[in-house]
């Protein structure tokens, strides 16, 4: 029954090392986000696709990508991780953009930095 | 610029009791929506409750309701009989629409139940 799946739920991987996060969903949904929450604060949005339509947030750092091959699928890609990008990092979809609808969301991955 | 303000960074609550956890909106649309998610510490953010600026009557759901106050800009939640597992980070957020419809966050409210 899980309608937003985040692949793996924890990562570590080592300073300057890419690495790629993964999240699906079941529910056909148009929008699809990433969030970024460092710990005890929250969460922060990086970007988000509407349908293939990209839409980077002014203030995320060149470091993050995203990639949505189709609709059920979408990537965040860490090119050179920072000890300060370790967070949580969730992925969220919505049926549209509209104030109306609420965003669902993944179990998140936690994101180490060695 | 939209804003969410949670004043209570902590919360405690007697196990079957009633608790409010408090919201404050700044907005300058007229029409908006207010959501609260819940956050246990597996880290999950679960949707609660949805309330839009136009709704004339409050919203429920299950144990959970709002209590909207306009004039106010208020958006405050009450969880009635409090359970063990209502123990949590709770969210309260808006969506922009016009900035892809994200959601902006307040700081949350860390509530703990006791038994």
């Known amino acids: 029954d899980a309608m937003v799946i985040q692949n793996p739920r924890y990562q570590v991987t080592q300073f300057g090392k890419p690495v790629t996060l993964s999240c699906s969903q079941t529910?056909?949904?148009?929008?699809m986000y990433w969030y970024q929450q460092k710990s005890s604060q929250a969460p922060k949005l990086l970007f988000h696709?509407?349908?293939?339509?990209?839409?980077n947030e002014a203030d995320t750092p060149d470091n993050f990508q995203s990639r949505r091959p189709n609709t059920s699928f979408c990537f965040l890609d860490i090119r050179s991780p920072g000890l300060g990008d370790a967070a949580m990092y969730l992925c969220a979809t919505s049926r549209s953009r509209d104030r109306v609808y609420e965003q669902y969301f993944g179990p998140g991955t936690r994101l180490t930095v060695t | 610029a939209q804003k969410i303000t949670q004043t209570q960074p902590g919360m405690f609550v007697q196990e079957k009791e009633a608790v409010t956890l408090d919201c404050t909106y700044d907005t300058s649309d007229q029409s908006y929506g207010l959501f609260w998610y819940k956050q246990p510490s597996s880290g999950e953010m679960i949707f609660l409750i949805y309330q839009g600026s136009y709704d004339e009557q409050n919203a429920t759901e299950g144990r959970y309701s709002l209590n909207f106050q306009k004039a106010r800009k208020s958006a405050n939640l009450v969880i009635s009989a409090s359970q063990l597992g209502d123990s949590a980070m709770y969210f309260c957020a808006t969506r922009i629409y016009n900035q892809g419809g994200k959601l902006i966050f307040g700081q949350g409210t860390e509530l703990s139940v006791k038994p």
């Open positions: 529910l056909n949904h148009n929008v």
């Open positions: 696709y509407y349908d293939k339509d990209f839409n």
